[in-house]
C-alpha cells in the first residue's frame, strides 16, 4: 500500500464541495514536508494541481484549494463540474524513505 | 511551457534491461532537476530517480541497485536505465521536470510490459 492515505473513491453531484483527505506520519505530512497534489484525467498523465500546500499553477481554477494539518492534508473543490471526474493524488517527501511518496489516489465521481 | 516526450520500446525480456530516453522541448535541460516517475496497478505511482543537469543523481532507494539516470545536455535528453527487470516493472513510466519537492511538467508516459 501507499505511503499517504487516500480514500479510494468519492463521488459528488454537481456544484456540491468535495474534500479529499491524504493522511501521512511522521516521517512525511508530520515532519512539515509540504504536500502537493495532481490530477490526472482518464487516460493521461497527471496534471499538477496544487503545489507546496496551498498554492496553484497558472489556469488552475480557483475552485480547487489545498490545506494541510499535522500529518493529514486535504484538497477540496468547489462548484464541483462534470470534467472534475478523475483520480486526484497527493504527494509529498518521506524522511525515513528518503524518496518523494505519492497517495494511491482518489477517484472522484461526479453524479 | 516546457514538453517532454519519453521514447524506448514497450516490451522487454525478464532480466534484461528496460531504458528508455525523455526528449524536452520548450525548455532547456539546465538548471533544473529532472525525474522518471512510474505508474503500475499494483503500486501506483513511484517516484524511481532524478539526475540534475550535472549529472548528479538521487534514486529512491528501493530502485537504487537497479537504476541509472543520465542526462545529455546537448540533445536536452535525459535517460532511464532500469535492470534485471521483472513482471513487477511493468507499468507506464513517465518522465517529470522536478522543482523542490514536486513535478510540475510531465510527458504524456510510455507503457512498458516485462515479459518473454
Known amino acids: 500500500q501507499s505511503v499517504l492515505t487516500q480514500p479510494p473513491s468519492m463521488s459528488g453531484a454537481p456544484g456540491q464541495r468535495v474534500t479529499i483527505s491524504c493522511t501521512g506520519n511522521?516521517?512525511?505530512?508530520?515532519?512539515?514536508?509540504?504536500v502537493h497534489w495532481y490530477q490526472q484525467l482518464p487516460g493521461t498523465a497527471p496534471k499538477l494541481l496544487i503545489y507546496?500546500?496551498?498554492n496553484r499553477p497558472p489556469g488552475v481554477p480557483d475552485r480547487f484549494s489545498g490545506s494541510n494539518s499535522g500529518t493529514s492534508a486535504s484538497l477540496a473543490i468547489t462548484g464541483l463540474q462534470a470534467d472534475d471526474a478523475a483520480d486526484y493524488y497527493c504527494?509529498?517527501?518521506?524522511?525515513?524513505?528518503?524518496?518523494?511518496?505519492f497517495g494511491g489516489g482518489t477517484k472522484l465521481t461526479v453524479l | 511551457q516546457v514538453q517532454l516526450q519519453e521514447s524506448g520500446p514497450g516490451l522487454v525480456r525478464p532480466s534484461e534491461t528496460l531504458s528508455l530516453t525523455c526528449t524536452v522541448s520548450?525548455?532547456?535541460?539546465?538548471?533544473?532537476?529532472w525525474s522518471w516517475v512510474r505508474q503500475s496497478p499494483g503500486k501506483g505511482l513511484e517516484w524511481i530517480g532524478y539526475?540534475?543537469?550535472?549529472?548528479?543523481?538521487n534514486y529512491n532507494p528501493s530502485l537504487k541497485s537497479r537504476v541509472i539516470i543520465s542526462v545529455d545536455t546537448s540533445k536536452n535528453q535525459f535517460s532511464l536505465k532500469l535492470t534485471s527487470v521483472t513482471a513487477a516493472d511493468t507499468a507506464v513510466y513517465y518522465c517529470?521536470?522536478?522543482?523542490?519537492?514536486?513535478?510540475?511538467?510531465w510527458g504524456q508516459g510510455i507503457p512498458v510490459t516485462v515479459s518473454s
Open positions: 539526475v540534475f543537469y550535472t549529472g548528479t543523481t
Open positions: 520548450g525548455g532547456s535541460i539546465p538548471n533544473n532537476y
Open positions: 507546496s500546500n496551498n
Open positions: 517529470a521536470k522536478h522543482v523542490g519537492n514536486y513535478f510540475d511538467f
Open positions: 504527494q509529498s517527501y518521506d524522511s525515513s524513505l528518503k524518496a518523494w511518496v
Open positions: 511522521s516521517s512525511n505530512l508530520g515532519a512539515t514536508y509540504p
